[in-house]
């Protein structure tokens, strides 16, 4: 709840739990992306008129929809969570950058380990991020339905096909999964089936699932109502009915709305009409909610009407939000709602927030691009190790008043443009040919100070 904002709304429930935002981390390749499609299609086949066929950087799988998959497995009753927000992004990089208030953006993540490839370098990576977070998470061991000896029978549950099975010495499966739980335990983690665990919070709870076939995904989805569920009550206070707080993921230009803002909103409601403060590149932007649009049920993606207005959203939601003046909103920015006449009060938190991960420039030195506020300040703290200057860092891709502004480095080795996760705009091409200015682009942040190392390296030797 914000400090500055404390009317408080009729339709309040004291007791209200909201959504839990989840991340889907793991190597690359190991099925991120194949999950989500297949928890987002599920959604669609079982919600009907809730389906979501479009998104906004985050899909609702609402809690009627998963007691719907999951059979006897859930009972809605037990639960009072309105159901599972997942961030469509996945992967440690939107994990990590992308923050609220208070730290990550996501409340839990699921990792996913491919059950016959193991243990690899982003797995590792991504536990880390997460014991480092304290993030509470659960494992997909996926792509069962890849592993030799496998044979479920169709409809029964996996733990029953498993159990049945685990006797049979050439059972692969099992033998994948032993290991994928001494992995866990090598990290100090306590792992296990999930139906043998009682406390996910304790204990890691691993679910074999394939997106592929579909198998285990509500055995997985259930697992993570129950782990929010005691993790939301422990540890959110939220108030779901006070004045909305959210985070940019992206800033598009839509048709016949200019410049919008994908925007996953993690406390509170947004109405069309509020007044709301937005990080901009400068000052915080205030300007007011024209729409509230969110994806139409069912929407072909070519159509034109992709989505449809809303009167009012309630965290946690996906939501674009239309509204004048937002071309120097930044995706990783905080959005919140001023209700009453609190502005100059809320632009102070959103500055404040901002500062956080304000970046210390110099004199002289690089310039920085990078696609959110987390991942440059991840590309500073690196840059800070290497002890490299930075002139300039902002969010954004790469345009020509980022050549403009390197071409003024009066050392020809800062003379450099280094960018995360961007693109170059056509006249930005042109500008750093014109001026001779060097990109360096790259999505990896330790590679990309390397390349620049590198490159100061040959043009020490080349003036010696
Ligand atoms: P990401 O890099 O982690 O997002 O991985 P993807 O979702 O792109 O999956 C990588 C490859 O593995 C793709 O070819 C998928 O079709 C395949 N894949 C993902 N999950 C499964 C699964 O459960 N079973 C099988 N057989 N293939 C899968």
Known sequence: MSDTNTESESAADPGALRTPIVAVLGHVDHGKTTLLDRIRGSAVQEGEAG???????????????????????????????????FIDTPGHHSFSTLRSRGGALADIAVLVVDVNDGFQPQTEEAIDILKRTGTPFVVAANKVDTTPGWNPQEGEPIQRSLEKQSDRAENRLNENLYELIGDLSGKGFSADFYWRVQDFQSNIGVVPVSAMTGEGIPDLLTVLMGLSQRYMKAEMAVDVAGPGVGTVLEVKDERGFGATLDVVLYDGVVREGDTIVVGGRDDPIVTEVRALLQPRPNAEIRTEKRFERVDEVRAAAGVKIAAPDLDEAMSGAPVRVVRGDDVDAVKAEVRKELARIEVDTAEDGVVVKADTLGSLEAMANALEEAEVPILRAEVGDVAPRDVTVAQTANEEHHRVILGFNVDVLADAEEALERTGVRLFDDDVIYQLVEEYE???EELERAQQ
């Open 454 to 456: 590198e490159y100061v």
């Open 51 to 85: 389906a979501i066929t479009q998104h906004i950087g985050a899909t609702a799988v609402p809690l009627e929809t998963i007691s719907d998959m999951a059979g006897s497995l859930v009972d809605p009753t037990d639960f009072d969570l309105p159901g599972l927000l």
